[in-house]
């Protein structure tokens, strides 16, 4: 069983289009975030859900827009897609904010 | 924001130790966490330290001196397969904070 899941593993897409990740977890966790880690590998948080509400919102374009329907899933949806935007995208969960995270495999997002 | 500060980059030898270490510019950090990442996985939690001194996991031990704003990772008998990227974070409230990263390279 796979604690935290996401898709898809890879996304392959032009500027302008679109998309969107998903993400789960079963682990029953409280609060889940994502994450964007860049080519030098540096992990920056997005946003992060408590009990479906968003608890931290960091500078972000206003084109990322995080959508929690329930405490397991929290997907991320990117509209105009830019070449910048291109990196690894990781979900995670923990049973409380900052502790103890279970990451999934990654969305690796190339923009051409 | 905050920052963690770690070196980018540590070679070792099979079965030496080798210490990787955090230090991190604010004051008020609940605690100090590390985490590991294989190249193309995912980072997975090794240890966490609520409070001042050493905690030990296997061949894993992480201490952390908050009046010093330092913690550090230690590693005992390298292994090829500890080959990977480190990383220590903290959380203050409801904020978490990854540091810059260490790649650790373990040689023969």
């Known amino acids: 069983d796979t604690a935290v899941s996401q898709t898809p593993k890879y996304l392959v897409t032009q500027m302008g289009n679109d998309k969107s990740i998903k993400c789960e977890q079963n682990?029953?966790?409280?609060?889940m975030y994502w994450y964007k880690q860049d080519s030098k590998k540096f992990l920056k948080i997005m946003f992060s859900y408590n009990n479906k509400e968003l608890i931290i919102n960091e500078t972000v374009p206003n084109r990322f827009s995080p959508k929690s329907p329930d405490k397991a899933h929290l997907n991320l949806h990117i509209n105009s897609l830019e070449l910048g935007d291109s990196a690894v995208y990781f979900c995670?969960?923990?049973?409380?904010?900052?502790?103890?995270?279970?990451f999934g495999s990654g969305t690796r997002l190339t923009v051409v | 924001g905050q920052s963690l500060e770690q070196p980018s980059e540590v070679t070792a030898v099979e079965g030496a130790i080798v210490q990787i270490n955090c230090t991190y510019q604010t004051s008020g950090f609940y605690g100090l966490s590390w985490y590991q990442q294989h190249d193309g996985g995912a980072p997975t939690f090794l240890s966490y330290n609520a409070l001042d001194g050493l905690e030990e996991t296997g061949r894993f031990s992480s201490f952390l001196s908050r009046s010093d704003s330092y913690g550090y990772l230690l590693l005992q008998e390298l292994q090829m397969k500890d080959s990977a990227s480190y990383f220590c974070?903290?959380?203050?409230?409801?904020?978490?904070?990854f540091g810059t990263g260490t790649s650790l390279t373990v040689i023969p």
């Open positions: 995670a969960s923990s049973p409380q904010t900052g502790l103890g995270y279970t």
């Open positions: 974070a903290g959380s203050k409230g409801n904020q978490f904070y």
């Open positions: 682990l029953g966790h409280d609060t």
